[in-house]
């Protein structure tokens, strides 16, 4: 990567990681599935230059469907249910938990998508989730209104990226970055329109709730998207892959530093163990097994 990838690459770290906090701050004003709608309608309305061009148009025209199943579970499950569970996790822990995106991946691309597991990915794999026990083991309370529930629902969303990331491959990976990124947005922006609104709070939301729910949408959402992207066309998506390991180190930094969470043993513990785990799965820690050679084309902006 030249200097400027790098320093993207940790400015795009740091916003996503940023997007652990702003919904920490603003979810319990809003709620989940208000402030999600939040989150993709004003992503979409700033995303939509992306798509001037009769070109870019007719492929979102042409991909509607697929583009809102997209939309569905890359953007609204997961994104509403790490609001959901930002309500009672640290930033920093549901950051952790939701660095697992990998794993899910792998698994599901196995299971539903023909895509061949490594013996070096299933000792990933174990390792990885034995680093999530680590981190929430005295934290698994499944009575009502326990963590247990909200640790959950942070697996159920890694488990959606797992999803959307294979599908999105398998059929959609003849589409430029742009329509997906845009016309997913705006499919979800739909689908949280109705639902958004039903729930919307009755109470005033106040002027820290909305600033931390537009910057979420701004700079978490837009700004980020553009950065990935722009990421992936000029470093290559293996480069680009290496934020998944950032993030949570931002979250948790930002976590400490802005909302006073605490750094224990625990964490640090359970934040190295996951982290050794998905850098096995994914290849960027080899412990001696040799690479396969792979054959894979970026996809550009255009």
């Given at each position: 990567?030249?200097p400027?990838?790098?320093?993207?690459?940790?400015?795009l770290?740091s916003?996503?990681?940023?997007?652990?906090i702003?919904?920490?701050?603003?979810?319990p004003?809003?709620g989940?599935?208000?402030?999600?709608?939040v989150?993709?309608?004003?992503?979409?309305l700033?995303?939509?230059?992306?798509?001037?061009?009769?070109?870019?148009?007719?492929l979102v025209?042409?991909?509607a469907?697929?583009l809102?199943?997209?939309?569905l579970?890359?953007?609204?499950?997961p994104?509403?249910?790490?609001?959901l569970?930002?309500?009672?996790?640290?930033?920093?822990?549901?950051?952790l938990?939701?660095?697992t995106?990998?794993?899910?991946?792998?698994?599901?691309?196995?299971l539903?998508?023909?895509t061949?597991v490594?013996?070096?990915q299933?000792?990933?794999?174990?390792?990885a989730?034995?680093g999530?026990y680590?981190?929430?083991?005295?934290?698994?309370?499944?009575?009502?209104?326990g963590?247990?529930?909200f640790?959950?629902?942070?697996?159920?969303?890694?488990?959606?990226?797992?999803?959307?990331?294979n599908?999105?491959?398998?059929?959609?990976?003849?589409?430029?970055?742009?329509?997906?990124?845009?016309?997913?947005?705006a499919m979800?922006?739909?689908?949280?329109?109705?639902?958004?609104?039903?729930?919307?709070?009755e109470?005033?939301?106040?002027?820290?709730?909305?600033?931390?729910?537009?910057?979420?949408?701004a700079?978490s959402?837009?700004?980020?998207f553009?950065?990935?992207?722009?990421?992936?066309?000029?470093a290559g998506?293996?480069?680009?892959?290496?934020?998944?390991?950032?993030?949570?180190?931002?979250?948790?930094l930002?976590?400490?530093?802005?909302?006073?969470?605490?750094?224990?043993?625990q964490?640090?513990?359970?934040?190295a163990?996951t982290?050794?785990?998905?850098?096995i799965?994914t290849?960027?820690l080899?412990l001696g097994?040799?690479?396969?050679p792979?054959?894979?084309?970026?996809r550009?902006?255009?």
């Open positions: 990567m030249s400027a990838d790098t320093l993207r690459l940790i400015l770290s916003l996503w990681g940023m997007s652990f702003f919904m920490r701050v603003a979810v004003e809003f989940p599935v208000p402030l999600i709608l989150r993709m309608g004003v992503g979409a700033l995303m939509l230059p992306l798509l001037l061009g009769v070109r870019y148009l007719r025209r042409d991909n469907g697929r809102m199943l997209l939309g579970v890359n953007h609204v499950l994104f509403s249910l790490l609001a569970a930002t309500t009672r996790l640290e930033a920093g822990f549901t950051s938990i939701n660095a995106t990998p794993l899910f991946t792998a698994l599901l691309g196995a539903f998508f023909a061949p490594s013996r070096r299933y000792l990933g794999l174990a390792l989730f034995l999530v680590v981190l929430s083991a005295d934290r698994l309370d499944f009575t009502l209104g963590d247990g529930w640790i959950l629902a942070v697996l159920g969303a890694t488990f959606c990226y797992g999803i959307a990331t599908y999105s491959k398998t059929y959609l990976s003849h589409l430029p970055v742009r329509v997906l990124a845009a016309g997913s947005c979800s922006g739909l689908i949280l329109l109705l639902p958004g609104l039903w729930l919307w709070p109470a005033p939301i106040s002027g820290l709730g909305w600033a931390n729910g537009l910057a979420l949408a700079f959402t837009t700004l980020a553009l950065l990935y992207f722009g990421l992936i066309a000029s998506a293996t480069a680009t892959s290496t934020v998944t390991f950032l993030v949570p180190v931002s979250a948790l930002w976590g400490y530093v802005l909302l006073d969470e605490t750094l224990s043993l964490i640090l513990a359970g934040m163990i982290l050794a785990g998905t850098a799965a290849g960027m080899r097994w040799p690479a396969r792979a054959r894979r084309r970026d550009r902006l255009d």
